[in-house]
């Protein structure tokens, strides 16, 4: 297995959810970390609680130009950036699309898919200079199965693992790895978000089963990451044993 102890892991999102569990799984490590999000006050409490070295980035991946600056700005100690996971992203709204707002699909647009491809940007050339280091999006499940008002997110996500897979031809020769993890239903912020903060709306989506949890994700990142250099996991979907796929549907005129 790779040691990731001398490693710096780069993840967005990490104000939450699975970013904040993976920066305490690389954290047992003893990587040191750049955590980005727009909540600062967030990233202050996971640093506070963390023994590495963090760096923190309050950034909105929707702007460009921050993104940019950002990673060309982080500190020397910081800057050669081994693994990073392109984690933030939302969905926003369940209704079907001919009643779908179109403010959210910018919104999951603009985070799930711009923000995501910003970051890369910026840090996939000094991992291919290197000839060392490691993209691992968060797709989803979303992205491979339709359902009733997925939409624009599982449109999103299929994006992330088209991206991923393209990524590894672009770069093939250069010892960079790309994998896509594709979870399933997994009891976050994620229901808060997606339904505008209903908290019994958000709470009934994992009422009865048990979901999985941030920690069995950033599990998953870390098994990823911790495998040989030259071990490249290509896609990993990964659901709770309660969740499976519906058939197709059939409307049937009375
Ligand atoms: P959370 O809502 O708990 O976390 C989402 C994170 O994304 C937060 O840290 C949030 O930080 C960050 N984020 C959102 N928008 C922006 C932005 N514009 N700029 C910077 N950061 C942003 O959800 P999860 O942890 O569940 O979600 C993480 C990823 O996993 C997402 O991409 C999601 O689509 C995906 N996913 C989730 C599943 C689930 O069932 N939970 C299943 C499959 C995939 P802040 O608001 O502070 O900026
Ligand atoms: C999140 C999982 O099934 O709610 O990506 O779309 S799902």
């Not at 963390?50 to 702007?63: E, F, K, M």
């Not at 797709?139 to 088209?162: D, R």
């Amino acid at each position: 297995m790779t040691d990731l102890s001398a490693s710096t892991v780069f993840i967005t999102g990490a104000s939450s959810g699975f970013g904040a569990a993976t920066a305490r799984r690389f954290a047992a490590d003893g990587a040191r970390l750049v955590i980005a999000a727009r909540r600062a006050d967030r990233l202050q409490a996971l640093k506070a609680e963390l023994t590495v070295p963090v760096h923190i980035l309050q950034l909105d991946l929707r702007d460009r130009g921050a993104v940019a600056a950002a990673v060309a700005g982080l500190p020397a100690e910081f800057a050669a950036i081994d693994v990073l996971v392109n984690n933030a992203g939302l969905a926003a709204g369940l209704e079907p699309a001919h009643k779908a707002s179109l403010d959210d699909w910018d919104l999951m647009v603009d985070t799930n898919i711009k923000g995501l491809m910003y970051c890369t940007r910026a840090v996939l050339p000094g991992m291919v200079e290197r000839k060392r280091g490691h993209i691992i999006n968060i797709g989803s499940v979303a992205g491979a199965y339709p359902y009733p008002g997925g939409n624009t997110y599982g449109g999103t996500k299929a994006f992330v693992e088209q991206f991923s897979l393209n990524l590894r031809n672009d770069i093939l020769g250069s010892n960079v790895r790309v994998t896509n993890i594709a979870p399933g239903m997994c009891e976050t912020e994620f229901s808060l978000v997606r339904f505008k903060g209903d908290a019994d709306k958000a709470a009934s989506v994992y009422k009865g089963i048990k979901p999985l949890s941030a920690d069995d994700i950033a599990e998953c990142i870390h098994w990823v990451a911790a495998l040989p250099r030259h071990v490249n996991i290509n896609i990993l979907e990964v659901m709770p044993v309660n969740q499976a796929f519906a058939g197709f549907s059939v409307h049937r005129e009375a």
